[in-house]
């Protein structure tokens, strides 16, 4: 799995310097053979694989008002030991919005090294950012007890100044991806 997770690395082409950076420490993390799940919440080990999605329409992104992060995000989840970060968003993606994708998940487009904040903070998650190509009219079935609730948001009026430090990058990213 180790070396699935390497590729899922190595495809991504970085956007600026932050992202190499982030790629750079990703990569020499996998391959110093520290455990990359978490295997007991909420920071265990204190730096571990998360599967991000943002699930999008044209120039709409549908983001969770997370209850734990106190930020509007794209939905994810941990990997769970020895489950390729791909899996990762397909299980996320029932479990958290109640609906399955209707194409195959491609190579991650970005890829993030972050302290979290919120209520449980102070671990670093290593996120890989996916697609999930949707329609806004897409039935959701969110999940009450992570969320307080979900929305579309345009890019334009995604709100940053409370989400993701890294989702202004993501979404310039995208838009100069728009096939990714």
Same mark, same amino acid.
């Given at each position: 799995?180790? #070396?699935?997770?390497? !590729?899922? *690395? ?22 110093s053979g520290a455990d990359l ?5 909420? %920071? #265990? ?22 209850? !734990?992060?106190?930020?509007? *995000?794209? %939905? ?10 791909? #899996? ?11 609906? /399955? %994708?209707?194409? @195959? ?6 890829? #993030?090294?972050?302290? +979290? ?6 671990? +670093? ?19 009450? !007890?992570?969320? /307080? ?7 334009s009026q995604v709100p940053l100044?409370? @989400?993701?430090?890294h989702l202004g990058r993501f979404?310039?990213? *995208?838009?100069? /991806?728009?096939?990714?």
């Amino acid at each position: 799995m180790r #070396t699935q997770i390497r !590729n899922e *690395l190595i495809a991504i082409k970085p956007l600026d310097d932050i992202e190499h950076e982030h790629l750079l420490d990703a990569l020499g993390w996998v391959d110093s053979g520290a455990d990359l799940f978490r295997v007991s919440k909420s %920071a #265990t080990p204190p730096k571990h694989l998360v599967s991000y999605f943002a699930v999008v329409d044209a120039d709409h992104i549908l983001l969770v008002d997370h209850k !734990n992060a106190q930020l509007w *995000l794209p %939905a994810g989840g941990h990997v769970e030991p020895g489950e390729h970060p791909r #899996t990762t968003v397909l299980r996320e993606l029932e479990e958290e919005l109640g609906f /399955n %994708a209707t194409h @195959s998940i491609e190579a991650p487009l970005m890829v #993030t090294c972050t302290k +979290t904040v919120g209520l449980t903070a102070g671990h +670093t998650d290593v996120s890989l950012w996916y697609i999930v190509r949707s329609s806004r009219t897409q039935k959701l079935k969110f999940d009450k !007890n992570e969320f /307080n609730s979900v929305r579309w948001f345009s890019f334009s009026q995604v709100p940053l100044d409370r @989400s993701d430090p890294h989702l202004g990058r993501f979404i310039k990213k *995208l838009n100069l /991806n728009p096939y990714q």
